[in-house]
Every structure is written in C-alpha cells, then in structure tokens.
C-alpha cells in the first residue's frame, strides 16, 4: 500500500502497479478513494473533475488536485440506478462539451446528426423545426429530457426539441439506443435523449453573438452566482433567420424567430442534493410545406414551459431521489399564414404533471432500484380530444377550446444489479397502466449483462420490451387532408442486441447489432390512387427490423507523437433493414421511411497554437418513396462535408461555420428541400 502525499503545490503522487493501471488510495478530508484505473480512464476521470492529468504508459501519475476534491467518474443513466460509464450495461452515447463546442452547429437537433444511430429529418434549417428519431423509428418513439425529467409533448413530438437552454450552456448529451422503459419511462420505445446542464462551479458571466446566411443571428448571455452551498445561473438568448426560401406569392415562408430563458438552481451538503430549474422557450417559425405540399405559407406559433424540483439524499445505503415537474406546451397552427377567415387556426394547449419517487439502495448482492412514477397529461384543443363538457377560453383570443383529453399514466419499476469486478447484470421490469381506453396494468421485463475482458475489452448483451401509448394526434387530427383513428392500440416492442467495446491509449471501437420485433407500429399512410390525398393513421401488424452500428475513434497525437497537427480521427456507420417494405399502391409517411445507411466522419486539427479546424462529412442513404408531381419517387442520398475553424484563448473564442461546403441537394422530407450552402460565424467571451 502507498502513502499519499501532498506538496506545498497540493501535488498528489500515485505509483503505478502492474499492467493493469494505477493504484489510488487517497485520504481527503473524511473521504476515501480506493480504485484501479487504466490510463485513459484515468485521463477522462480528471478531466471530468477539472484535474489536469499528465498520464504516459509505465510512468508514475502526478495529479494537480485541491484537497476537497474527490475522484469519481460521470454517472451516465442506462438503467434506473445510476451508474458509472465503467459499471453501465448498456452502450450510452455520450456528446461531452468538448465535441459539443467542436461541432459547426447553432441547435441541438443539428448536433444530434453527428450520431450515427440518430435520424435528423429537418424541415426548417438551422433548429426551426425538426423530427429527431433513433435507430429507424419516428420522432414519437423516443423520450426526451431534460436533467432526467421528462419533457415530452403528448400532443406532437414535431416540436420537441424547442428547449429552453441555449447549446453553449449544455455540459453533455446521453443518448440511449433501444428500449429504455426501465430507466426512462415507457414512452421511450427506441431510445432516449437526456439534455444535461450543470450550472459553473465559480461566480461568472459569458456572452455570445453570432450571424450568417439567410439573415441569421443569435445573441444569448449567461450569469451565474456560486455562494457557499448554493449555485444559482440564469440565462437568456434570442435567435432569428429570414430563411432560405419564399412562397408562391413572395413571401417569407421559412423564416423564424425566438427567445429562452432558463434559471437553474443547485444546493448540496453532505446529506442533502437539491437542483431546481424553470425555463421558456419562445418560436415563431413559417412552416413552408411542412404539414401539406398545397399550403406553402404555413405558420406556427409555439411557447413551452418547464418547471421542476429534484432531490438527493442519502440514509445509510438507501438513497432516495424524488422529483416532481410541470410542463406547459401551447400551440398556434395556421394552415393559411395570418388568414383565419380563410382556413381557422389550430389552438392546443397541454399540461404535464409528473412525480417520480425514486430509490435504490446497496447491499451485499448488489444495488437494488425501485420506483414509482405518475404522469398526468390534459390537453385542450379547438379540434383534438373528445367534446369537453363546458370549453375552455383561449387567452388573448375570442375563442374557445372545444375538444379535450386527459390520461394518466402509473408505472411502477423494479431492477437490480450486480455489480462484480468484471461482470455486471441489471435485470427488472416496468409495469404500467394508464387510463386512457380503460388500458389494464401491463408489465415488460428486461436484462442487461457484460463482460470486460482483460481491462480494455468488454462485451455485452440485452433483452428489453417497452410500449407507447398513441400521441393525441395520432388518435384525433382528422383535419387538413388527415384521418386519424381515436382507437389506435399502443405501440409494443421487443429488441435484443449484442455487441463489443474496446478502448486503449490509441484506439477505441465499438459494434452492436440489434434486432427489434415491433407489434402495433403507427403510422401515417396515404393511397397512389387517391385523388383527395387523404393520410389515415393506422396500425401495422408486425414489423421486424435488423440492424448494425460500429464506430472507430483514433487518438492521432498518441499514435503519432512526432506531429502537432492531427489530433482525431472518428468514423460511425449504421444499417437497417427491416421486413416491410412500402406496400404496393401505398406510401407510408415515417415507417418505412428510414436511414438504410448512414456514415459519419470526423477530422480534428490543432493548425496553430489556440487555432483548431474541425471537419465533418456525413452520408445519408434513405429508404422509402414520395409523391412529387403527380410521381412516386426514390429517396436519392446525399453527401454532406461540414467544417468549423474555432480560435479558443483564455476568455474568449472566435468561430467561424460552413455547412454543406458543396452545396449537395438536401432531402430529408419529400417536400420540404433544405438550404444549400450555409456560413456562420460567431464569438463568445466569459468574464
């Protein structure tokens, strides 16, 4: 056993100890820190603690550390107890601050198509409106949140990801592929996006401005307060765009503009972790052709709302987490941009409100979590829901909410976890009920198991069900060329998958492949043959999908350590192929519409001192057809090269973007075309 040591710098010495990493035991103040870390573990730990880290191979470890400080690696949220990226069964995607601030993006749904399991169907450019799904399934599938709470919309998912923080203030992004009801809920069928934002540990301020094509700009500004145990930030930026086309009559028909505000507030002790947050997100965006190829001066007005309050604490090895949350969702369509006497607008209003009594508790078999979480959702529309008994006004309007529903939904988890030096096994099952068509409690199981080989190869395996319970418009818009089916059965899929990790100094790859059995899948389909167009939601039968994903990440400095210049190289492919295929006579809107193949490519560059350049190219292969002039068409792939030159010194930083450099034709929706070439620039400074 060796004895830490401090200097009169606060310099920490560790000694290594055989091939397999470094020892670490560590006493400061009253905690203890005993472990084995290999060295890029060791790397990302320090970096994730704000502790420079100088780690070569067969070297002793000297860490720069202040005496409070204690070690420990991200818990990264796979399963409904949290555990650490080592412990985790399942492969979580983890997009850090740093490859957030790499990236040449202005919206989070833009970062999101640099992960290669991820479909971004983007209608409006840069953020405006964007349909994000995960491993071929459509923008309902998934759950999305936000520092763990739910914030998804039961009326649409069309404009989920309208968030209330701006991306510099995010500090990661999980993204969880496949069933993920035992963590995150049942809504989340194919997969879960958790936004995670952590307020600055220091008193600061940070400012940002920005510009580029089609009369872009954004502005946004940052202010935090740190106090003893308290940590309150809060934030504000504005964003705007002409957009990058015109309708028939000459008019702005994809422009936007749009506000947030979020305030986020921690307090921590020994015994008890509180965080709280309220934001608001603001959009006014043209909708071009986005819901009907005839109207293309569509518009769309939405505000959201989002409050929450969690908490941790700690009695001897129970721990308890609850957390309780309202969000509010309202939106204006108008079929017509600003002639309600031509078509009537479309209002709809919907409150969320959520409790999740969290816990998990060690013992001498492992760590077990149970759960309790009860969400109620109560919509108000002027055409989506049952008649209401007495309608609701609309504020600021003389009018009325006619139509309404209300569900809710319990779902009660139970998981354990054995947790061993080389194996880990998490197994539990979630059973849910909700109210809506008088639905009985059902219950999905699940496991995960893996195995690391030696101390840089892990394999793993999983078998996991989950449902979805049908959006309100799925159920009810039967407006605007749509016929909706209010007795749709709920989504029900089970999914196995299997794969390997390994991670060294130099390198580090990772394969799964997934096969998905999905019952009730819905979707919107319409008739070659009819004349009238008429999209109907419908249920599909059985769908079976195959699928594989393998991603390559070289560290260039390490492997060649005579250059300065080469920093990164990454490289991600995904398959699918399922067993439906469009049915003749007919075209399906999302299901059969999904990425068959898709590549993504990274190139980072050190050019000078403080200078960095970033490339990025993606391809997008399609599957699926269209209707365009009276024609059924292919889905034709494209390539796309991206870049970003960012200038960091210590108290600000200059970037300048430019997406699609070759200006390659864009078609996520059949459509909807998106901009060719696209520039930004940008700086931000912190005080």
Known sequence: MYKPRFNKRNVLKFTK?????????????????????????????????????????????????????VLGEVEITGTRAPLTDRQNVRMVTVLDKAQ????????????????????????????????????????????????????????????????????????????????????????????????????????????????????????????????????????????????????????????????????????????????????????????????????????????????????????????????????????????????????????????????????????????????????????????????????????????YYEFGINRTNIALTFEHNILLDRFNLSAGFVAVKNTWNEMHMKVYPGVDASYRIGSNFKIYASYNTSLRMPSVTELYYSVGGHMADKYLKPEELLALEGGFKYTSRCFAGKVSVYHNWCKNRIDWVTSVDDNKGVWKSVNFKDIKMLGVEAQMRFNLERMFPGQKVFKMFDVAYSYINQNKAERQGYISRYTLEYLRHKVNAQLAMQIVKGVTFDAFYRMSDRTGVYMAEGKVRDYSPYNVFDARVTWQMKHYKVHFDVNNIFDNRLLDYSYVPQPGRVFMGGVAVDF
């Open 17 to 69: 100890f055989g091939r397999k990493g470094y020892s670490l035991f560590a006493s400061l103040g009253k905690e203890v820190i005993i472990g084995t870390l290999g060295a890029c573990t060791l790397a990302q730990a320090a970096k994730a603690d704000n502790i420079s880290a100088n780690v070569m191979p067969n070297d002793s470890v000297t860490l720069n550390i202040d005496r409070n400080t």
């Open 100 to 399: 957030i601030k790499a990236a040449p993006v202005q919206s989070i749904n833009d970062l999101l198509k640099y992960a290669v399991g991820v479909d971004v169907r983007q209608r409006g450019a840069i953020g405006a409106q964007t349909d994000v799904s995960i491993r071929g399934g459509n923008y309902e599938q998934i759950t999305l949140l936000l520092n763990g709470i739910n914030i998804c919309d039961p009326q649409t998912g069309h404009n989920a990801f309208d968030f209330p923080v701006d991306i510099s203030e995010i500090e990661r992004i999980e993204i969880l592929e496949g069933p993920a009801g035992r963590a995150y809920g049942t809504s989340s069928l194919l997969g879960a996006i958790n936004i995670i934002t952590v307020p600055q540990k220091e008193t600061s301020v940070s400012a940002h401005v920005g510009g580029g094509s089609y009369g872009y700009m954004d502005v946004g500004v940052r202010a935090n307060m740190a106090s003893g145990k308290f940590n309150n930030q809060i934030s504000g930026s504005y964003t705007r765009s002409d957009g990058f086309s015109r309708s028939r009559d000459g008019q702005l028909n994809t422009d936007f503009k749009g506000g947030k505000a979020f305030y986020q507030g921690v307090y921590n002790d020994r015994n008890l972790s509180v965080n709280w947050h309220a934001g608001m997100s603001i959009k006014n965006f043209g909708s071009s052709t986005f819901y009907h190829p005839s109207f293309d001066n569509q518009f769309e007005h939405t505000f959201k709302s989002y409050t929450a309050l969690q908490a941790r604490t700690v009695i001897g090895n129970f721990h308890f987490n609850p957390s309780v949350y309202w969000n509010r969702n309202m939106d204006r369509f108008e079929l017509v941009r600003g002639s309600e006497e031509q078509v009537p607008f479309n209002f709809h209003r919907t409150d969320v409100y959520g409790l999740n009594l969290n816990s998990y508790f060690d013992w001498l078999l492992g760590r077990t979590a149970f759960c309790v979480n009860v969400r109620n959702e109560d919509l108000v529309s002027t055409n989506l829901g049952e008649p209401l008994g007495k309608p609701k006004h609309i504020h600021g309007r003389d009018k």
